[in-house]
């Protein structure tokens, strides 16, 4: 079976700055040498080379962390990052003035669950907003106008139930997003103080397996919303 290409090697391939590389050093070979095999030979070679830097680029850009902007979102859901953010730089903060050891080693290991855990809630914000905004394009209170105009029976009143019902499913699972992200904050603030007070205690080692588990279990849940809401588009 033909292996297949992958987008990003294919658009490198034939992106105009590739093809006006390779054309440039066909030409620059042709002129200084004459040789028709030099120019093939260095044309696929130059190409073969910006392919290569291209793709290596592309996936150096895929690895870094995703940019995490509380304000590219409306409230609620811009509160629930930002809170989220908030707790992750103060653990960030904590952590500077940690002495090594093995309670620094285990506050590497919370701070790198922590990451994740405010990645997934911007994830879910995000997604929370995608409610919001579908909601909002279904004219609830036109709709209900429009019903108590019409008499019992009217063909009519089955298309604008049906899109009052679409409306109302938003904004139930809107508000039950709400509420999850809400107590997940609030969970995710509890553990972040209570291991930034062990980090200052010798014996706080041990103490931190509870907490680790702790926030562990807050992006868990993070990431079980996360994945709920992927069928967002599919809730109307």
């Known amino acids: 079976m033909a292996r297949r290409v992958a987008p990003s090697v294919f658009l490198a391939g034939i992106s ?29 070679l130059t190409w073969a080379l910006r392919v290569f830097v291209s793709t290596r680029v592309a996936k150096r850009i895929a690895a870094l962390p995703r940019r995490i902007d509380p304000f590219a979102l409306r409230e609620p859901w811009r509160f629930f990052v930002r809170d989220a953010v908030s707790a992750r730089n103060r653990f960030a903060d904590a952590l500077e003035v940690a002495d090594d050891g093995p309670l620094r080693q285990r506050l590497l290991e919370i701070g ?82 209570r291991a930034i007070e062990l980090g200052t205690r010798t014996d706080g080692v041990e ?19 996360r994945l709920g809401l992927d069928d967002v588009e599919g809730t109307t």
């Open 16 to 44: 105009p700055v590739t093809v006006a590389l390779v054309a440039g050093v066909v030409a620059l070979i042709l002129l200084t040498t004459g040789s028709i095999v030099a120019a093939t030979t260095v044309g696929a």
């Open 112 to 193: 790198d669950s922590l990451n994740h855990g405010v990645e997934q809630c911007w994830v879910a914000a995000q997604k929370g907003q995608e409610l919001s905004d579908a909601r909002r394009k279904i004219p609830a209170d036109r709709l209900r106008r429009e019903l108590d105009q019409l008499p019992p029976g009217d063909d009519r009143r089955s298309g604008l139930e049906a899109q009052l019902s679409s409306h109302n499913r938003l904004a139930d699972r809107e508000e039950q997003t709400r509420v999850e992200l809400e107590r997940l904050d609030v969970r995710l603030d509890e553990s972040v103080a």
């Open 207 to 225: 103490q931190l397996d509870a907490i680790e588990a702790s926030i562990t279990g807050v992006v868990n849940a993070l990431e079980a919303l």
